[in-house]
T-cell receptor, first 109, second 115 residues
Framework: QKEVEQNSGPLSVPEGAIASLNCTYS??????FFWYRQYSGKSPELIMS????GDKEDGRFTAQLNKASQYVSLLIRDSQPSDSATYLC?????????FGAGTRLTVKP | KAGVTQTPRYLIKTRGQQVTLSCSPI?????VSWYQQTPGQGLQFLFE???????NKGNFPGRFSGRQFSNSRSEMNVSTLELGDSALYLC??????????????FGEGSRLTVL
């Protein structure tokens, strides 16, 4: 089992829709979770962090965490074409930042 | 404030050669982490350096090594290159050890092609 798993996609949504990105992790002791965005040909950048069970909202982005299910998700409301990118789930496992393979999102005008 | 700078940006090597990549972190950042990114495996952790000491190491063979200098600049070296080492190597800096923050600032990467 991979330490951090994501649906590779690609995921395609129409402009204005909600995009839902999912991630599971293997280490039950993990406490820190992150979402990075990577535009094509660019380097990853941090967009959200979450540490407690529940939801954390930041503008159009909502991160959700369920430690019992070892599940993290990212919701993007009112998706825009500029949101088209690969979204990387990252989990702090044994003091290392471990990344999922990423989900490629395309938002169609 | 300058970002993370990686050199060279592109390089081509042949099997059996060795390569050294360089990373200059954001000013004031003391942690430097290295990742390998490939289409099939995604981002894989190589190692983290903090205050000139390797703090953590990923699951890579000993051919992959690194070091950090007193000015926080870091280099990674890959010896006896194999075709499978072709990848984008990303460096990321952080003001403190990654375990204490989780926020990584990535450079643009060094794209290595092994022929």
């Amino acid at each position: 089992q991979k330490e951090v798993e994501q649906n590779s996609g690609p995921l395609s949504v129409p402009e204005g829709a909600i995009a839902s990105l999912n991630c599971t992790y293997s280490d039950r002791g993990s406490q820190s979770f992150f979402w990075y965005r990577q535009y094509s040909g660019k380097s990853p950048e941090l967009i959200m962090s979450i540490y407690s069970n529940g939801d954390k909202e930041d503008g159009r982005f909502t991160a959700q965490l369920n430690k019992a299910s070892q599940y993290v998700s990212l919701l993007i409301r009112d998706s825009q074409p500029s949101d088209s990118a690969t979204y990387l789930c990252a989990v702090m496992i044994r003091n290392d930042m471990r990344f999922g393979a990423g989900t490629r999102l395309t938002v169609k005008p | 404030k300058a970002g993370v700078t990686q050199t060279p940006r592109y390089l081509i090597k042949t099997r059996g050669q060795q390569v050294t990549l360089s990373c200059s972190p954001i000013s004031g950042h003391r942690s430097v982490s290295w990742y390998q990114q490939t289409p099939g495996q995604g981002l894989q952790f190589l190692f983290e350096y903090f205050s000139e000491t390797q703090r953590n190491k990923g699951n890579f063979p000993g051919r992959f090594s690194g070091r950090q200098f007193s000015n926080s600049r870091s280099e990674m070296n890959v010896s006896t290159l194999e075709l499978g080492d072709s990848a984008l190597y990303l460096c990321a800096s952080s003001p403190v050890q990654v375990a204490n923050t989780g926020e990584l600032f990535f450079g643009e990467g060094s794209r290595l092609t092994v022929l």
